[in-house]
């Protein structure tokens, strides 16, 4: 009889017991709540990166995964697009601008330049063999043969030494430019022991009259290059003697300020 009262105590025990299964959707609702607090939170901030990645955490806490991105990848708005759209062509613009402005800027320069070199001209009386031309693509400064050479000779005269200096001085600035001396013949060949043909002369004038310009320690040798075009760059007719005398010359080619040459 002791025992099965016993039972029966045991059993009175168990049924008495606290129910606490309510403690499982309670905690439930109290997650999504907490998303939901999270997703009026992310919504009330203009970020639309963190709009995003609140979204997300909201989708994995409700589906129980990791957040997958696929979720947003296919629902950009269009707002969005045309906000992205826009900020790049503002850029784009921008740039555009920038890069006018520096433009203009540098053929400014290269204008102040020309003006120094031909009021040097002026005030030397050089103008009949010195002429400068600016141009898009740089400033050019041309010199005739006479006033530099002998016929058939490719030394600097003496007499024209001091000329070359002065010049080099016009060439300075705080920003070095890149600068091609260059070498013209006519069209008469040229026949002596010293050179084999007008490519050598040509050459040899640009080289000599180059080195008197880097005599001048303020320009830098690595933005100087020399070259000789023999009687293949004419300027003028060679069946006259004024137009052999024009396409005998040296050209002192000042390119633009750019990034490539900076």
Do not use: C
Not at 99 to 110: G, H, P, W, Y
Not at 202 to 218: D, I, P
Request: charged share 30%; no cysteine; proline share 3%.
């Amino acid at each position: 009889m002791r025992s099965k009262k016993n039972r029966r105590g045991k059993k009175k025990k168990h049924e008495e017991h606290i129910d606490e299964t309510w403690l499982i959707p309670y905690s439930d609702m109290l997650t999504l709540l907490f998303a939901l607090f999270i997703v009026l939170f992310a919504m009330s901030s203009i970020d639309a990166a963190k709009f995003k990645q609140m979204a997300v955490a909201f989708r994995s806490e409700l589906a129980g995964g990791t957040g997958n991105k696929e979720f947003l990848s296919d629902q950009k708005p269009n707002e969005e697009k045309e906000l992205s759209a826009s900020s790049l062509e503002t850029e784009q613009a921008k740039k555009q601008e920038e890069a006018r402005e520096k433009e203009k800027k540098e053929m400014d320069e290269l204008k102040a330049l020309q003006k120094k070199i031909d009021q040097y001209i002026n005030e030397k009386q050089l103008s009949s063999s010195f002429q400068t031309k600016l141009t898009e693509k740089g400033l050019m400064l041309t010199i005739l043969e006479n006033i530099l050479f002998d016929s058939g000779k490719a030394d600097v005269k003496l007499e024209s030494l001091g000329i070359a200096k002065e010049m080099s001085t016009l060439l300075v600035s705080a920003s070095p430019r890149e600068i091609t001396v260059s070498g013209h013949t006519d069209t008469v060949p040229i026949a002596n022991a010293q050179f084999a043909s007008n490519w050598e002369l040509s050459t040899q004038r640009a080289v000599n009259f180059m080195q008197v310009l880097l005599q001048n320690k303020e320009l830098q040798p690595e933005k100087f290059s020399a070259i000789g075009y023999g009687e293949y760059r004419s300027i003028a007719p060679n069946d006259t003697q004024e137009g052999k005398a024009k396409n005998r010359r040296v050209e002192v080619f000042i390119l633009p300020l750019t990034e490539k040459t900076k």
